[in-house]
């Protein structure tokens, strides 16, 4: 096995160990999580805001700077009300995350099907399964679900995605010294 495929086997299993766990520190204490989540999704709109306020007052004159300096304020007076009222910021955080789940667990259902072939592939698709799962549960309970379904299902993501890596770099590890598969590149 060459140190390529060793290093890129290990990578992957260091990205999962680190996701399984920070999935098991958020379901330790999933409404701090959440509330963690909608306060630093509040701080980087209000960041933004102002960065794009800033911008304005760099740009040539004219509509480009009015609009400009229009978006900056909306962004940083949104940023502001989900920071005052998490409420509002959680309703919003969990539209957002619909679309996540929805959008990974589309890729990870994808993505395992065309490596069915690779013992462990099973993993990936139950993690895509789940994730499509999470999106019926936030649909279903939207917007009456509070902060800790944040944490709660981002902490089981993160654990479960984990997993999967976790499990297909040593599938990538028994191919690579098997000697059967070197077309195999993580």
Do not use: P, R, W
């Given at each position: 096995m060459n140190s390529g495929a060793r290093m890129g086997s290990k990578?992957?299993?260091?990205t999962g160990i680190i996701l399984v766990i920070f999935g098991i520190l958020l379901l330790a204490s999933p409404m701090a999580?959440?509330?963690f989540v909608i306060m630093a999704v509040a701080a980087v709109l209000i960041i933004t805001g102002v960065a794009q306020l800033i911008q304005s007052f760099r740009s040539p004159g004219g509509a480009d700077r009015i609009v400009s300096a229009l978006l900056g304020a909306v962004i940083v007076g949104l940023g502001v009300m989900v920071w005052r009222n998490p409420e509002i910021g959680s309703g919003f955080l969990m539209v957002l995350l619909m679309l996540f789940f929805l959008v990974n667990g589309l890729w990870k259902v994808t993505t395992a099907w065309r490596f069915r072939s690779a013992s462990g592939w099973i993993w990936l698709l139950l993690s895509g399964l789940v994730s499509l799962f999470f999106v019926y549960l936030l649909w279903s309970q939207w917007p009456v679900a509070g902060a800790w379904v944040?944490?709660?299902?981002?902490?089981?993501?993160l654990l479960l995605s984990g997993l999967s890596m976790v499990v297909l770099a040593f599938t990538a590890r028994r191919i690579r010294s098997s000697g059967y598969v070197e077309t195999i590149n993580l």
């Open positions: 990578a992957l299993m260091l999580a959440g509330e944040i944490g709660v299902f981002i902490g089981i993501d």
